[in-house]
């Protein structure tokens, strides 16, 4: 995990230059996102992997009582100028949240950077701090013209930054067996191509699971 901390310590700022507005090019993101918030109610919901916690702020515009948890300190200072949201810095596979304690999470292209193993500790803990009916909606990259599903890219460079970034595309699937292993049952599932000239282009997926 120190080297996910110190490379998104290093991009922080101008990741959130980047991503401070994606969300007007992503529709499908969008009503997503209004769906969860309709389904999550009142509680509080936390965005996991927030980085810059614009997704978290986009959540709150819907009426979402929500937080951001990030593991770059960095990150979390970009959050803290660009939005009102409270964040704090933590590492997904041990948050500092009460079991049972959020309405949702949200978790949007941060499980990337998890080993199998990782990502099962990951989900075991959305399964621990969610609230029995909870939702979880958990987003990741599949694959791209290089790279196939279960197959990885190591970035080392980034915007003149020496990082050391390991990016998985995950199995739709295999990812589902996982959170249900953690207690987390699909409700449902969306698979889509990139949005042309606004993001990676790479396959995407994102599953909506309910705390059992």
């Given at each position: 995990m120190i080297g996910i901390?110190?490379?998104y310590d290093k991009v922080a700022d101008q990741y959130a230059d980047e991503l401070v507005d994606e969300l007007r090019h992503k529709p499908l993101d969008r009503g997503l996102l209004a769906v969860f918030a309709e389904l999550v109610g009142d509680g509080v919901v936390a965005d996991i992997g927030c980085g810059p916690a614009h997704i978290a702020a986009y959540l709150a515009t819907q009426g979402v009582r929500a937080i951001g948890m990030d593991l770059s300190p960095a990150m979390c200072a970009a959050a803290r100028r660009t939005t009102s949201v409270p964040v704090c810095a933590a590492d997904m596979t041990a948050l500092p949240v009460r079991s049972q304690?959020?309405?949702g999470l949200v978790?949007?292209?941060?499980?990337?950077?998890l080993d199998e193993y990782q990502r099962a500790a990951a989900y075991a803990?959305?399964?621990?701090?969610l609230r029995p009916g909870g939702h979880a909606l958990i987003a990741f990259h599949t694959s791209d013209a290089d790279i196939p599903v279960g197959g990885a890219k190591i970035l080392t460079d980034w915007w003149g930054h020496e990082v050391d970034l390991t990016f998985r595309y995950l199995d739709p699937s295999a990812e589902s067996e996982a959170l249900t292993a953690a207690g987390l049952i699909p409700a449902a599932r969306l698979d889509r191509a990139p949005h042309p000239g606004t993001e990676h282009s790479s396959q995407r997926s994102y599953l909506l699971v309910q705390r059992h």
């Open positions: 901390r110190h490379s304690s959020l309405a978790c949007l292209y941060a499980v990337i950077h803990e959305f399964g621990r701090v």
